[in-house]
């Protein structure tokens, strides 16, 4: 599940690089097995902006909560935009097979 999700800088000005971050929380009740690490697509105004994984493949143990974040992107945000909508898929290919899939998105 991802608990949160959010951009740094918090409001980036047009053409300023951006770092999406989830923290992921493994909501099941068995740890996600060894060898697959965890991937988020994050998503603005719902459109595919950048792609990130945990980076490691040790099980996520029930409860336990990590940060997935993406390397500074460069990110086209309009200059007369006041929000937007940011978005977050988890395990966008099925590398957890079982797992429930609507907990993954954000």
């Not at 047009?14 to 923290?23: D, I, K, L, Q, R």
């Not at 595919?48 to 994984?53: D, L, V």
């Amino acid at each position: 599940v991802a608990d949160t999700i959010r951009t740094e800088p918090a409001n980036p000005k047009p053409g300023e690089p951006v770092t999406f971050v989830a923290n992921v929380r493994n909501a099941g009740d068995g740890a996600t097995p060894h060898g697959v690490s965890v991937a988020a697509v994050f998503y603005v105004n719902g459109r595919y902006t950048a792609f990130s994984s945990s980076g490691d493949d040790k099980p996520y143990a029930p409860g336990e909560v990590r940060e997935v974040r993406t390397n500074p992107v460069k990110f086209d945000v309009p200059g007369d935009t006041k929000a937007a909508l940011l978005g977050c898929v988890l395990d966008d290919i099925n590398r957890l097979p079982g797992e429930r899939d609507k907990m993954n998105n954000l």
